[in-house]
């Protein structure tokens, strides 16, 4: 995939996590603050805005996820910004210099992210966090890095969304979820559910 084929698959990715919304913000009201839906709508937003701003020429791969990570960074609030906005800011300067956005790509942006945001704040698989999602797709994603994109997203949503899924069984290690403890169990974490439609957008697009 090209870097103008990207720009699109995101500009797309963008518009549906804004519509996604309604659905985020009901899952966070359960076990969260009930804001992340609210907050990933603001970050996908203000990417739209970025992707379509003529002035927006990064020169590789890495440099888009790098800017598009920066971007949620700075006009999300609360820790999802942070750790979405480290996840692609890693991811990203993992691919520097990096022109075609293939499988291997992909699953060196999910790794480096993966481990940038352990990093940051020590969650790991089984915390009940985006992490669940975020290590399952990049797992996949090292075991498909010679097929092309087309053959290796479904896997990689499917295996994204079922992380997600997972997160039902937890018990929270971090944030307000942290706070209801046993009463968390039954209901997935946000974070998690975000992650994977990031993952599950990217498929839709590749698909069409």
């Known amino acids: 995939m090209n ?9 797309f990715v963008a518009e549906k996590m804004v519509e996604s919304e309604p659905t ?6 359960v076990i969260g603050d009930g804001d992340h839906g609210i907050g990933m709508k ?7 805005v970025q992707i379509n701003d003529p002035n927006f020429n990064p020169k590789d791969v890495g440099d888009f996820f790098t800017q598009i990570g920066t971007k949620l960074m700075t006009s999300m609030s609360g820790a999802s910004g942070a750790i979405f906005g480290t996840f692609f800011r890693a991811g990203g300067k993992s691919l ?4 075609d956005f293939t499988t291997q790509a992909l699953a060196d942006l999910l790794n480096h992210g993966w481990q940038a945001v352990y990093a940051r704040g020590n969650a790991k698989p089984g ?3 985006m992490v669940d999602a975020l290590a399952a797709a ?3 994603a090292a075991t498909l890095t010679t097929c092309d994109l087309k053959t290796a997203l479904p896997q990689i949503a499917d295996a994204a969304m079922a992380g997600a899924e997972k997160t039902k069984q937890m018990v929270a290690v971090f944030g307000r979820a942290k706070n209801l403890g046993e009463r968390a169990v039954g209901h997935v974490d946000p974070g998690s559910i975000s992650m994977a439609y990031i993952i599950k957008y990217m498929n839709e697009f590749i698909q069409k």
Request: proline content about 3%; glycine content about 6%.
């Open 138 to 140: 990049a797992e996949k």
């Open 42 to 48: 603001r970050g996908f937003a203000a990417v739209m």
């Open 24 to 29: 985020l913000t009901a899952l966070d009201q």
């Open 127 to 129: 915390d009940k966090t």
């Open 96 to 99: 520097s210099g990096v022109t």
């Open 3 to 11: 870097l103008p084929t990207l720009h699109n698959m995101m500009l």
